[in-house]
């Protein structure tokens, strides 16, 4: 018995993780679960979009010299993606760098920096007064202070 309740006290912590997690303000278990499906496939959409973006990006010859990046605003910071067909060395350090000067948090990435540049992040704030705009324009400017210094 004391078996059992340890399980159901285990599960209810889970789920008040995941609600947490998801930012739900739901009450019962099955509406917890539907928040987070909901909440994970407006995350599939976002991620899909964004792949979208920067397959044109990478498949247009006229941008092929500029960088893209795309900051969208999540519901706790931001996701991040920045793609460059070139990649000069240091330039993560300068984009992880410019993250901390904003204060944001680096809570997920993925980075390949082999002959080109690709990098996507999801960056939590921990203020509230940055937007979207000026997470864009602080990696534009690492990007280009690393383009300079490798000139």
């Known amino acids: 018995m004391a078996s059992r309740e340890h399980k159901r006290a285990a ?18 278990k099955a509406s917890i679960i539907v928040d987070a499906s909901k909440y994970i496939n407006e995350l599939k959409q976002k991620v899909e979009r964004l792949n979208q973006d920067i397959g044109t990006s990478q498949s247009s010859k006229a941008q092929n010299s500029l960088p893209a990046v795309t900051v969208e605003t999540l519901e706790r910071g931001f996701l991040i993606n920045v793609f460059s067909e070139k990649n000069c060395p240091g330039l993560l350090v300068s984009i992880l760098e410019a993250f901390e000067e904003l204060g944001l948090e680096v809570l997920d990435a ?32 690492a990007i280009k202070n690393c383009n300079e210094e490798q000139e």
């Open 11 to 28: 599960l209810n912590e889970k789920l008040q993780q995941l609600r947490a997690a998801t930012n739900s303000n739901a009450l019962s």
């Open 110 to 141: 993925r980075v390949s920096c082999s002959d080109i540049f690709q990098l996507q992040a999801v960056g939590g704030e921990n203020r509230d007064s940055l937007d979207a705009q000026v997470v864009k324009q602080a990696v534009l400017e």
